[in-house]
């Protein structure tokens, strides 16, 4: 059974740096793409970045240059990095298995002053 375990969430000051991590179990992990995803208040869940086995990435429009996805296949982990937090960027944050169709619980980020 696939397993996504998020951590890294939590309050970041606007044009603050924060990482949120997904570490992936029960799925051979370097195989597959995988994706983050988010939902904000009062909105519906939306796509943010996206990467492939290979490590080619694809982001939002509205996020391009903002976010970095990236991976590591040694520790089955999948990372989204941004520096300079918006607070309209105040939102739930999932990790992905779109293969397998599994969602993490999702680390709420919320950025304010």
């Known amino acids: 059974q696939v397993q996504l375990v998020e951590s890294g969430g939590g309050s970041v000051q606007p044009g603050g740096s924060l990482r949120v991590s997904c570490a992936a179990s029960g799925m051979i992990f370097r195989f597959y793409p995988m994706a983050w995803y988010r939902q904000a208040p009062g909105k519906q869940r939306e796509v943010v970045a996206e990467?492939?086995?290979?490590?080619?990435?694809d982001y939002a429009d509205s996020v391009k240059g903002r976010f970095t996805i990236s991976r590591d296949n040694a520790k089955d982990t999948v990372d989204l990095q941004r520096n300079s937090w918006k607070p309209e960027n105040t939102a739930v944050y999932y990790c992905?298995?779109?293969?397998?169709?599994?969602w993490g619980q999702g680390p709420q980020v919320t950025v304010s002053s």
């Open positions: 992905y298995a779109p293969l397998q169709e599994s």
């Open positions: 990467i492939t086995a290979g490590g080619n990435t």
